[in-house]
Structure formats: structure tokens, C-alpha cells
């Protein structure tokens, strides 16, 4: 059994108006992992009626947590759909499935961190050039393994 333990490191505080936003995906970067030496990284997510926010994929590494701030965020975790509510915490273990999108009745805002860090500020960026057909799925695909996110085939998503 291995024991992850994240070096010691600065305190971190990123205020809002500092954040960098993506507005293509509607994410605020907030701490990645170069600035907590690999505890955590951590970001924002805003979504409106429906929008989705991450297709179907798995951290092979990493836990993800999300906890809600406001609105309703429809998180499929392995083959189930959860709402996720106003101070509800979820954390998708590794190797778990999951996906998650706006409620269709409302919008959502929801921190999301994920421990141990991975460094993902660049991954979020790719997302929006792609998004932005600035670049393809394909180079996004490439980047799975230095990213630990892999899409995968969510059948009920």
C-alpha cells in the first residue's frame, strides 16, 4: 500500500478577482498543483441550465471533490446520477467513472478539488481551445495520461 504525502508548502490564497476565468467552459482556475507541491488542485465551475461541464471520464490517481455552492450539478458516478445541492459534498474515488452537468431546472456552482494535485490549469485551457475549434479532440485524447483525466464511454450519460 502506498501513502501519498504532499510536500510542505506555502499557504495559497488566490482572490476572486484575481482567478483566471475560461469562459468558454466557465471555469475559474484557482490552485494548481505546482502551488501546493502535488496536495491538491482546485477549480470552479459556473454552469448554466443544463450546461455540461465534464463528459464522461476517470482520474486513475486522484480523488475528485465537489462540493456545492449553489444551484444543482447532476454528477454521474459510476453507472448513477446524483444531484448535488447547495452544501452537499461529493468525492468520486479514483478510477471511478463520472461526468457531471447543470441540473435542466437549474444552474450550478460548484468547487472542485482534486487530491493528490495534478497540474490541470493547461489541461482546462486545451478544453477551451477545443471548445473554441482552436484545436481538435484528437490533441486533447494525446493528453490524457499527463493529465490523469481519461474519457470514457458513459452509457447512460
Do not use: K
Amino acid at each position: 500500500m502506498s501513502i501519498f504525502a504532499a510536500g510542505p508548502h506555502l499557504p495559497v490564497i488566490v482572490r476572486a478577482n484575481e482567478a483566471e476565468y475560461l469562459p468558454d467552459i466557465r471555469h475559474y482556475l484557482l490552485a494548481d498543483s505546482s502551488a501546493t507541491n502535488g496536495a491538491l488542485s482546485a477549480h470552479r465551475v459556473q454552469l448554466g441550465r443544463s450546461e455540461n461541464g465534464a463528459v464522461p471520464h476517470r482520474h486513475n490517481n486522484s480523488s475528485e471533490l465537489f462540493f456545492m455552492l449553489d444551484g444543482t450539478l447532476d454528477v454521474l458516478v459510476g453507472s448513477e446520477i446524483v444531484p448535488a445541492s447547495p452544501g452537499d459534498l461529493l468525492i468520486v474515488p479514483p478510477q471511478c467513472d463520472h461526468a457531471f452537468r447543470a441540473h435542466p431546472d437549474h444552474t450550478a456552482d460548484a468547487l472542485i478539488i482534486i487530491a493528490p494535485g495534478v497540474e490541470r490549469f493547461d489541461y482546462f485551457r486545451h478544453v477551451a481551445r477545443v471548445r473554441r475549434a482552436e484545436a481538435t479532440r484528437e490533441s486533447l485524447l494525446a493528453e490524457q495520461d499527463r493529465y490523469d483525466t481519461h474519457f470514457v464511454t458513459g452509457p447512460i450519460w
